[in-house]
């Protein structure tokens, strides 16, 4: 109703100002185009202009109606430039919901800050960007800009929708290229949108219009899986003033190995001595691989600083060696230098950590954020992160896992894909040995972790005592006021796994009812994630990492308890997973002893829409079980 | 005798080991050698030395400059604390003049194959980045750091802005084995120190008087424009104050949840200007009551000059008032302006964009949106003063100054007390402040510019109460009418936690965490009336929100009210436990019992008290015929609960969320 409402506005507006609304499109948008948009794109327009192989213009204008405040950031009147890429203009006018102008930004009145990551500590990226708070919703943005840059390997192609809940009323896409440097484009997610396309030796021309908003759901793919984006790219190109050329994987990893590698490392003869040292003694690649990536994480940490074409080359290993610090390029070339000295070949390897997202395998290009080592092995290869200190020699863990990489060699660029962890892999094995009381309850725990359930765990060694045992009150706090007595963990890295030991004391966490306690048979619970009710949903369903439970629980009772019921054995199986659990009563010979064995697996996979519902329905039945209870007869 | 013998053999032998070189550069083997904290086994580093001294430079051309020394060794444990091998040194600045980083030194040290061996800090890996228009930060990391590293700094802060001295730190959150502080302070400024009161460390300040002396030279002409220039050598006399304090083993401020601003409870002192004496002038003062700073603000800082403007809205609220009643009028106008012009999140008491360009902009900061409220009740006729507030952030200053009061609400004063307003807050009534005004007390200026304190913490509980009507099924899910209904500052939580979401999002937001349930029917009334109480009614049905075992049926009562874990977990606390306001709230659950069953048991009454009266828990049960019914009401009157108080307030929470648990059980007949 409400949104309705606002249309009725919009459109209200339109036809009441014509005429110092010159600049803003008339309100004539399709209605659709209201559902889940928190803003609106009137209409943008990018031109691309490649003047050379190493100059390229861009001009944009986006002309933005913002329906309420979560719409704000899709305004995006900011530019982001460093030393080689200049702004030649700027500008900005902003609209009340009359078409009023009530506000203009010239060139000038844009603020200038440094935008670093922050993983970074210092770097010459900065942003110019417009400073305004808004007064009132609805209001328009129509904001310009135009910039020119030494790189044509980055920022050709075009990503209309690149948010959630923003609706596209019409977005114009001209590709300029007078000198008909050869390039490529392919389309992506455009099927059955209203586009009309151009295509010339020399440029290109797209129009899209009315592209409803998506909006955000759990667990689904990826946004790059499903926006509509015209991916362009030079075959002949530059990146801050390095010329390069290439249209297929083989071709540009070749480039870059050329370029952006150092190819001559001097490291001092001490450090060659050591590594040759350390060595000595070790029999095969393997093993000395292993222990001179233990010597880069003893003697280095992470330091992202990035400057110019710093930003893309690997700070010299020798320098690396000196200062013990650098990015993920310096750290992982400074481990392949390292590992040469003892004629180890391995390969610098481009990928995208963090969520899963694959270098697009269809469409060679300059891609990825982060750069990992590969060891390439007669059996399976090997694989390093060179960026942390504590994480295992050959494991990935969840940042770079399971997705296509590029592997930079001489003789060029192969796409290969990361080792998975699968679903078996990821275990998490629990046992405990309950002794109930009257009133309270003594727990011995231990649990087993290997796979992506180590990945998640490990770091806990480094933190203090005082929030490890935090974060076990935190993970069990529905066994109400307990205290840790004792906590111990083992780490071992050599073959991945970790093994968390605790002794826990707590009040009793049965519910009480009458003279009868409410035992919950599964004593700890494994975490699932809760979905919300959706009957419109529209994403896939995507679980990106299986992982397994198998748990044994033992209860010991008190003198005088009784046990009136336990509950009945389950069995769940399907395509999402499984779910087993089984409670018996075993008399032994000093009084009865529960014992409840859980077994729960859930799938990686994708799932249709469709499927939604059951998968609903999967992890609520699982969240029922889990909470299973025995009836206790007390003496009370 | 033999006993104290020992002693002394003991405090001799240890001697040596102490006497540690504290000169730059004379790191030791010993302490790179460290593997960890002797006392503080869980520190990640420390601080092995850290040496300030603060004095002044006088040139002749340049004047006066504030320069700031700091020496500091610092020792790594281990890859956590990594992190205090990076630096970053922030300087304050403004358009024309500002603080500069100089003479930065730093050393890292480490014991390679037995041997020290240092690395030095290139110049050409520090960095500097304007951070703002008021801060410049000056970067850099250490070289060649590992696990036991020690790495040496030192640099000088020159600043031009010679009155104003930053906080001395006193402590930081790793443990100081040694600490040295040196201020010598000429006698043209008289400072007066301050610790924080927040803090239980106490260092003890040496005071002494020194001297110091001015040399240069004045040029004299022997005759008006003609002849030889003479130059004369002079030399001057000027006494030093000087300060000094040292302290070894300095504990680490200790980090918990639930604290807002943990510096506000670190060891510093900070230097109050209390006047200047240059040669040749006479002294000025700057040490002030509470009285003379609110009126040097309200004179000064335009307040009363903005306040006095009223021809800008004059027309408009005529309109809007005419033909109003008088009561109606305070909210009208409140409305007017917290609806009309927007706060563009800066805060100040003073109106930064001038209330008459705020007006018609539509934008201006705390100091134009209050004051122009402030305008327009007492244009309306109504007696309303400015109250300079200090937010959360800003602390409570520790002695009367300008830089004590950050913010201005509005007060109204009635017969029978003064109401509170700020109209920056796009959620607040009239008489409710936000959260980050809600501190310490206001100081309200009155019109013939006399000043009087205020308190600012809420002084009235808000309610909420909670209604669940619930029915079985034969299916044995649960359908439920609930009723929520939220008073006071419940009500202006709601709508800064719910005022935005859409319907959908709405629902999934109330369903998510209670299990199989699907919501509806959902009605909000006066979501968008600020200042009224929000009642929300919907219906539910749940699955598997009780226990069928045998012929029993067990359900928990507050099936999704209440509360199911105990928030306070940590053993100890050494911080207060602040609430947001004083509360009450109640749940009454009544509850249709099925046919063919009957009450087997229920849980007991409970009543229990929180200290003395601080607080207190009711749990209630009674049955009438069919219907069970289940009461339970929280009731906390205090905001503030010191450290002393923890232990007790986790156990009022314990057996609050015990009593919560309790099931009741159903047989069938």
Known sequence: ?636 | MKNSILLILILLLSLPINAQNYKFGKVSEEEVAQTEHPEHKEANAAVLYRKQEVYYELHKQTGLTLITQIHERIKIYNKEGFDWANKEIKVHKNSSTGEKVTSVKAYTYNLVDGKLREEKLDKRDIFEEETSRYRKTTKFTMPAVTESSVIEIEYTIRSPFITSLDAVPLQDVIPIDRLEVSLKIPEFFGFKIHYNPRSPLIIPIEQSQGSFTYNYTQSKRANLGMGETKFERKKVEYLLNEYSLEQDAIPPLKNENYIDYLKNYAAYIRLELQYTKYPNSPIENYSQSWEGVAKSIFNDSDLKKEIGITNYYKDDLDVLLNGKKQEEKVDLIYNYVRDNIKWNDYVGFRAEVGTRKAYKEGLGNTGDINLMLISMLRYAGFKTNPVLVSTRSHGIPLYPTREGFNYVVVGLELPNGVVLMDATDQNAGVGELPKRARNWQGRIIREDGSSGWLPLLPQIKSVNTNRLDLQLKDDFSIHGRVLNSYYGLHAKTFRDKHGKTNTDNYVEMLEKDKGNIVISNVEIHNREDKGENVRQTYEFDLKNGIEVINSNIYIKPLIFGGMTENPFKENERNYPVIFDFPSVEKNTVNLMIPDGYEISSIPENFDTMLGEGAGQFIFKTTVAGKFLRVETIMDLNNIVYTSADYEMLKEFFAQMVEKQSEAIVLTKV
């Not at chain 1, 506000?103 to 960007?129: A, N, T, V």
């Not at chain 1, 074409?309 to 010299?316: D, K, L, N, R, V």
């Not at chain 1, 320098?319 to 000295?341: S, W």
């Not at chain 1, 009040?507 to 994630?529: C, D, E, I, Q, W």
């Open chain 1, 1 to 636: 109703m409400r949104k309705i409402l606002i249309a009725l506005q919009l459109i209200f507006i339109g036809l009441a100002t014509p005429l110092h609304a010159q600049e803003i499109p008339a309100n004539t948008f399709k209605i659709e185009l209201l559902a889940n948009a928190n803003a609106i794109l009137r209409e943008e327009i990018t031109e691309i202009n490649i003047l050379s192989v190493d100059k390229m213009r861009v001009k944009n204008r986006r002309t933005v109606t913002v329906l309420n405040e979560n719409g704000d950031y899709h305004v995006q009147a900011y530019t982001f430039h460093k030393d080689n890429i200049k702004i030649l203009d700027q500008q900005a006018r902003v609209y009340n919901s009359s078409g009023e102008e009530i506000k203009k930004f010239k060139k000038r009145h844009f603020e200038d800050r440094s935008y670093l990551s922050s993983s970074e500590m210092y770097g010459d990226s900065r942003i110019s960007y417009m400073n305004y708070t808004p007064v009132g919703y609805p209001y328009t943005v129509v904001f310009e800009e135009e910039y020119e840059t030494n790189s044509t390997v980055f920022r050709t192609s075009w990503i209309p929708l690149d948010t959630y809940n923003l609706s596209i009323e019409k977005a114009r896409y001209i590709f300029k290229n007078p000198q008909a440097i050869p390039f490529r484009f392919e389309e992506r997610n455009m099927d059955g949108l209203e586009v009309e396309r151009e295509i010339m030796a020399t440029g290109l021309e797209y129009n899209i219009s009315n592209v409803p908003a998506f909006t955000s759901e759990k667990h689904s793919p990826d946004k790059s899986e499903f926006q509509p984006r015209l991916l362009v790219a030079l075959d002949e190109f530059s990146l801050v003033g390095v010329e390069g050329s290439g249209n297929n994987w083989k071709d540009f990893g070749k480039w870059q190995y050329e370029h952006l590698l150092e190819h001559d490392a001097q490291l001092p003869q001490a450090t060659i001595e050591k590594i040759e040292k350390l060595t000595a003694n070790a029999e095969s690649d393997r093993e000395k691989a292993k222990i001179i990536y233990q010597y880069v994480q003893d003697n280095t940490r992470y330091i992202s600083v990035q400057l110019g074409i710093g930003g893309w080359i690997p700070m010299p290993a020798a320098k690396v060696d000196e200062l013990g610090y650098g990015d993920c390029k310096a750290l992982t070339n400074y481990t392949r230098v390292l590992l040469e000295t003892q004629n180890i070949p391995s390969y610098y390897t481009v990928v995208y950590g963090g969520d899963r997202k694959h270098l697009d395998p269809e469409f060679p290009s300059m891609q990825g954020n982060h750069v990992i080592l590969n060891i390439p092995q007669e059996d399976q290869d090997i694989w390093l992160e060179c960026t942390s200190q504590s994480i295992p020699f050959d494991f990935l863990g969840r940042f770079t896992d399971d997705r296509y990489v590029l592997k930079l060699t001489p003789e060029g660029g192969e796409l290969v894909k990361t080792p998975a962890y699968g679903a078996k892999h990821n275990l998490t094995r629990t046992e405990a040995e309950i002794r109930l009381d009257e009133e309270s309850f003594t727990a011995d725990i231990t649990r087993h972790k290997s796979g992506i359930a180590y990945d998640k765990i490990y770091g806990i060694q480094i933190i203090k005592e005082r929030n490890q045992k935090e974060y076990y009150k935190e993970l069990w706090g529905y066994l109400g006021h307990f205290e840790i007595q004792n906590l111990s963990f083992s780490n071992d890295r050599d073959s991945v796994k970790f093994l968390e030991k605790l002794e826990i004391k707590g009040k009793n966490f049965s519910r009480k009812a009458g003279n009868r306690l409410l035992l919950p048979v599964n004593f700890l619970r494994p975490t699932v994630y809760s979905l919300p009710r959706d009957e419109t949903r529209k994403m896939p369903i995507e679980i990106t990492r299986g992982e397994s439970y198998a748990d044994t629980f033992r209860y010991y009772f008190p003198q005088g308890f009784e046990i009136e019921s336990i509950p009945e054995k389950v069995h769940l199986e399907n395509e999402f997973g499984s779910l087993f659990i089984q409670t018996s009563l075993i008399e032994a010979e000093d009084g009865p002893v529960l014992e409840v064995e859980r077994k729960l697996i859930i799938n990686q996979g994708l799932w249709e829409p469709e499927k939604y519902e059951a998968y609903y329905k999967f992890l609520n039945q699982i969240k029922s079980y889990n909470n299973q209870k025995a009836v206790i007869l007390t003496a009370g």
